[in-house]
């Protein structure tokens, strides 16, 4: 695992884009697994960047999204429906501003009549694809990769799950509150990869900005690893695992 600590959220975030530029010049055809929250924005904003000024080309990339509320989606044939849903995220943020096929981008359903079933058919259609090359991913206040809760187990695969009063708070904070939205009205349950899922992808970029998680990164990084950190994870990970950091974040961490 490769832990680079940058000055701040812009280094970061550009830096971040590299990588997955490299990755899409290197194999324009290759399968992106996106997060969602606040990190990721600014490479997001980033690679839209490099598309527009620099022709970075997206058009043959397929990319699944880790995870997604449950009972909220937006329709794909319409994406710039207003609403809380990771789908409308990642349109506003990254896939209106990119050259990425429609056809080409797969984010969990939100709406699924049966869940379950649909959970089972994401695994399929990763595996159909060859699997993920490379996996954004983030950590959540309570230690979470996707909505991995504490106490999702290692070989867990995508599901429903229900969220803890945590993860309810942050994302309240970050996304609803601004939205008018009530912290009752939140959805409870997401569909989300799981571990296993994620332990499978080819290598993954982990990204980590701000104070407030520096304890967290700091217990999934050289903490034991545990299902209570589900990230902790990323320390039994087989791929090529590189987890970026801001000084902010990166302060508690005793080796770098
Ligand atoms: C949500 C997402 C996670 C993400 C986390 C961190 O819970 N499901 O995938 O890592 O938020 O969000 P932020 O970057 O806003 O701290």
Redesign the pocket.
């Known amino acids: 695992m490769k832990i680079i600590v940058k000055d701040n959220y812009e280094d970061l975030s550009v830096f971040a884009a590299s990588i997955v530029a490299d990755l899409v010049k290197r194999k324009p055809n290759c399968v992106i697994g996106f997060?969602?929250?606040?990190?990721?924005i600014g490479m997001y904003h980033e690679l839209a960047r490099l598309h527009k000024e620099e022709g970075l080309d997206f058009s043959q990339v397929t990319s699944f999204n880790?995870?997604e509320y449950l009972g909220i989606s937006i329709d794909l044939e319409k994406p710039y429906e207003m609403d809380q849903s990771y789908a409308r995220f990642m349109y506003e943020e990254l896939f209106s501003r990119i050259n990425i096929k429609q056809e080409n981008i797969n984010v969990p359903y939100g709406l699924a009549e049966n869940p379950d079933q649909f959970c089972r058919q994401y695994e399929e259609k990763i595996k159909s694809l060859g699997g993920i090359d490379m996996q954004i991913?983030?950590?959540?206040?309570d230690g979470?990769?996707?909505?991995n809760e504490p106490g999702s187990s290692f070989d867990s695969r995508t599901r429903v799950e229900k969220l803890n009063s945590k993860?309810i708070d942050?994302?309240y904070e970050?996304f609803y509150k601004k939205a008018g939205v009530s912290k009752e009205e939140m959805p409870r349950y997401a569909l989300t990869m799981g571990i296993g899922t994620i332990l499978e992808t080819k290598s993954a970029l982990m990204l980590v900005?701000g104070e407030k998680?520096a304890d967290i990164i700091q217990k999934a990084l050289e903490g034991p690893l545990s299902t209570e950190v589900t990230a902790s994870a990323i320390q039994i990970y087989k791929g090529d695992a590189t987890v970026i950091l801001d000084k902010a974040a990166a302060s508690k961490l005793k080796n770098i």
């Open positions: 997060a969602t929250g606040s990190t990721p880790l995870d991913l983030g950590i959540g206040g979470h990769w996707g909505f993860t942050d994302n970050a900005n998680k």
